[in-house]
């Protein structure tokens, strides 16, 4: 049966002759339910054949049939997802006709975590020759819904598993060119630069993805993803985050500009906790933004958690509680950096 095939169209089973010797086994609510559900007569018919032949583990191609019908009235039943795959592999079926019906039922069930699980199961059993289907099948999905979390655990299992990474930069960048805001796209960069093995590492990719996220902050310096996205490339490495002239050189120009610059502020405050040395011009340029109620000699630190507070007024309690303990957090970042080195060195 299509997956698209009307309700109005259904012969009910007790009318079907291929399911005259099957005795259809109710479902057993108890003697009295409290608060029992009102299915359609269509669904309680269809689940009373269900449990019958799952009951007599009837893996055939009638089961297989009824199965689908299941799925089509409720798409999130494990247990007849489960079942059907059981009946699949008895029967031998074309899995790559299996991944038809189930693109036509994840069409209106995008995050149902049934369907997923199947699809997976499907991918693994098809091997490499499943990898383009999977990649374009969840290209279809983001161009619904770039942030569907289902799609993208599917699609970096299935480059982790199965292979498929040879265009899968160039697909993230190709996402960030239609939206620099897509901060999924952005977490699918990042698993590609760091899981990627035609890349070679982090550190491999860490000088081009730095030009590439400096410019994407330039452009937009109140988009929060690719800050978060210029931390991570320094991932267990804050030595080279700190001595990074393209990441100074960027703080300058988004805190010197007056618009935009809480991200910018934050990150500032956050790498002189491990101790980043300032230029005079940084430290001009902050200057410029500090209430006039603060003291003139007042630490660079609390200076920027000062001009936070007014910035962020969402966020004024943390900026006041930063401004606070910066002097503690600024010994337990660096104490912190100083065990990370001898580690490395180790």
């Known amino acids: 049966m299509d997956c698209r095939e009307v309700t109005k169209t259904r012969i009910p089973f007790k009318e079907r002759p291929d399911w005259a010797d099957v005795k259809p086994v109710p479902q057993d609510d108890g003697p009295c339910p409290v608060v029992p559900i009102a299915?359609?007569?269509?669904?309680?018919?269809?689940?009373?054949?269900?449990?019958?032949?799952?009951?007599?583990?009837?893996?055939?191609?009638?089961?297989?049939?009824?199965?689908?019908?299941?799925?089509?009235?409720?798409?999130?039943?494990?247990?007849?997802?489960?079942?059907?795959?059981?009946?699949?592999?008895?029967?031998?079926?074309?899995?790559?006709?299996?991944?038809?019906?189930?693109?036509?039922?994840?069409?209106?069930?995008?995050?149902?975590?049934?369907?997923?699980?199947?699809?997976?199961?499907?991918?693994?059993?098809?091997?490499?020759?499943?990898?383009?289907?999977?990649?374009?099948?969840?290209?279809?999905?983001?161009?619904?819904?770039?942030?569907?979390?289902?799609?993208?655990?599917?699609?970096?299992?299935?480059?982790?598993?199965?292979?498929?990474?040879?265009?899968?930069?160039a697909y993230c960048q190709q996402l960030l060119d239609d939206d620099i805001y897509n901060n999924s796209a952005w977490?699918?960069?990042?698993?590609?630069?760091?899981?990627?093995?035609?890349?070679?590492?982090?550190?491999?990719?860490?000088?081009?993805?730095?030009?590439?996220?400096?410019?994407?902050?330039?452009?937009?310096p109140e988009n929060e993803s690719p800050w978060r996205y210029l931390r991570g490339l320094f991932k267990n490495d804050t030595q080279s985050l700190v001595q990074d002239s393209q990441v100074a050189s960027v703080l300058l120009d988004v805190i010197t500009s007056q618009n935009s610059h809480v991200h910018a502020l934050s990150f500032l405050l956050d790498l002189l906790c491990h101790g980043f040395e300032p230029s005079q011009e940084l430290k001009s340029a902050v200057d410029v933004l500090t209430p006039q109620s603060c003291s003139p000699d007042l630490a660079?630190?609390?200076?920027?958690?000062?001009?936070?507070?007014?910035?962020?007024?969402?966020?004024?309690?943390?900026?006041?509680?930063?401004?606070?303990?910066?002097?503690?957090?600024?010994?337990?970042s660096q104490n912190a950096d100083r065990l990370a080195n001898l580690s490395m060195q180790g």
């Open 187 to 220: 977490n699918q960069r990042y698993f590609v630069i760091t899981r990627s093995p035609l890349l070679g590492g982090l550190v491999a990719m860490r000088e081009l993805e730095v030009n590439y996220t400096v410019q994407a902050i330039r452009a937009s």
């Open 300 to 332: 660079l630190t609390k200076k920027i958690c000062s001009i936070l507070e007014h910035a962020d007024p969402m966020r004024v309690k943390y900026w006041n509680w930063r401004k606070s303990t910066v002097r503690v957090q600024s010994a337990q």
């Open 39 to 169: 299915y359609t007569e269509d669904f309680s018919e269809t689940m009373d054949y269900f449990r019958a032949i799952y009951v007599a583990d009837e893996r055939s191609t009638r089961a297989l049939q009824l199965t689908s019908e299941a799925i089509q009235l409720n798409p999130g039943n494990y247990t007849v997802w489960q079942f059907r795959r059981v009946v699949l592999e008895a029967l031998g079926v074309d899995l790559h006709e299996e991944l038809k019906f189930v693109d036509c039922i994840a069409g209106e069930n995008t995050k149902n975590y049934q369907i997923w699980h199947h699809r997976r199961w499907l991918a693994e059993k098809l091997g490499a020759d499943a990898v383009t289907n999977e990649l374009e099948f969840t290209k279809k999905i983001f161009s619904q819904d770039a942030k569907n979390y289902h799609a993208w655990s599917h699609r970096q299992w299935v480059l982790q598993a199965l292979g498929g990474w040879e265009e899968e930069l």
